[in-house]
């Protein structure tokens, strides 16, 4: 990879992961969890970047709106930063074994759905873990909430950033490895 490919996907990785905090709070309560679209952006961050540098920035930006934005402890912390890494690597993942300008619109939201699946999965592991069952039945339907607000909007942006991306040359540069 070139040494420029490298720093646009370190900046670009930044800024999604910036993107992912500032989009964390936004949110509001339901049904005993909370609800935003940040899954939506950390599984976008894995669409554009792939699955290690999406996966970086999805779990940075979680991980550091939980350390300063949601008062949560060091374990908490790690907990969010492997899940949300989880999800866009997956999502990235798939998508990079369709071949990102082969991903047709299928593939995409079958990357979306499985992102976002596994991380309520792993949510829910840790919140049975932490919370016992009452507490992971009650955090369920907001989480499924998000993971289907996330499957939505995710592709939605993907496709709207995109041609943007691609006119300005900085797609190619994304998926030089």
Do not use: Q
């Amino acid at each position: 990879m070139k040494e420029e490919s490298k720093l646009l996907k370190l900046i670009f990785a930044g800024v999604m992961a910036a993107m992912v905090y500032v989009v964390t709070l936004f949110r509001f309560p339901l049904l005993g969890s909370k609800v935003h679209f940040a899954n939506a952006v950390c599984l976008l961050s894995g669409m554009l970047l792939g699955p290690v540098w999406g996966g970086t920035a999805a779990g940075l930006g979680s991980a550091l709106y939980d350390a300063f934005g949601g008062g949560y402890d060091v374990l908490n912390v790690l907990i969010t930063f492997v899940s949300k890494f989880a999800m866009a690597w997956i999502c990235g993942a798939l998508m990079r074994k369709a071949g990102y300008e082969k991903a047709g619109i299928v593939r995409i939201v079958t990357a979306c759905v499985v992102g976002a699946l596994s991380y309520v999965a792993l949510y829910m592991f840790k919140s049975l873990l932490m919370y016992g069952w009452a507490g992971m039945t009650s955090r369920f339907p907001a989480s499924i909430i998000n993971a289907g607000a996330a499957i939505v909007a995710a592709p939605i942006f993907y496709h709207a950033l995109v041609p943007a991306l691609k006119a300005a040359g900085i797609m190619k540069r994304l998926r030089e490895e």
